[in-house]
Structures are given as C-alpha cells and as structure tokens.
C-alpha cells in the first residue's frame, strides 16, 4: 500500500520533470524512461506513454513525429500553457520545500 502511496505523490514530480526537459528541448520517450531511472523512478513505457499523452490531451505538450533511420519517433515538446504550469509548479515546490526541510 506504502508503495501505492508514494507513486500516486511522485506521479506530480515526474509530471513536472517531464516539463523541465520539455521546455529545454523535445524529447522522446525511451529517453525520458532513461532520465527518469537516473532520478530513482522506476517507469515503464505502459506507464509512461498514456501520461504523456494525457499531458498532451491537457494542451501541456504538443507531439511531433519524426522520421529517424527509417523509423517514426514521437517527439514532445512543452506548449506555452505547459510553460506556464511548469512556472507555477516550479514556485509552489519551492514554498513546499522550504516549509518542510528541517
């Protein structure tokens, strides 16, 4: 249940991380899986995919398809309204994270 719990909370986490590297360049998905285990999350693609594409249908990231080596991958790269939630999310992180540090 503990681990139900805490990946119900860190989803918020990862959906803001994704927009950090959203904002600094387009991104596909095995990357962000690669990034994301290099923080501790464990995703895989099953989970992965349908949370871009809920991002994407909530107008935070827009999809391009780009044909590399033969083979259509999907890019995402964050919209102006996914800018704006990553700002917002960036300023209430911060407050959190002073409240409870010590």
Do not use: C
Request: hydrophobic share 35%; aromatic share 10%.
């Amino acid at each position: 249940m503990q681990e139900q719990i805490l990946r119900k909370l860190f989803l918020g986490f990862i959906q803001i991380h994704i927009l950090h590297h959203a904002k600094k360049e387009p991104f596909y998905g095995v990357w962000m899986i690669e990034e994301l285990s290099e923080h501790g999350y464990d995703m895989s693609p099953g989970t992965l995919y349908p949370l871009l594409h809920n991002m994407e249908s909530n107008k935070l990231l827009e999809k391009e398809e780009r044909n590399v080596d033969g083979k259509i991958r999907k890019y995402y790269k964050i919209t102006n309204l996914g800018s704006e939630v990553l700002e917002e999310a960036r300023n209430k992180a911060y407050e959190l994270f002073k409240e409870i540090k010590d």
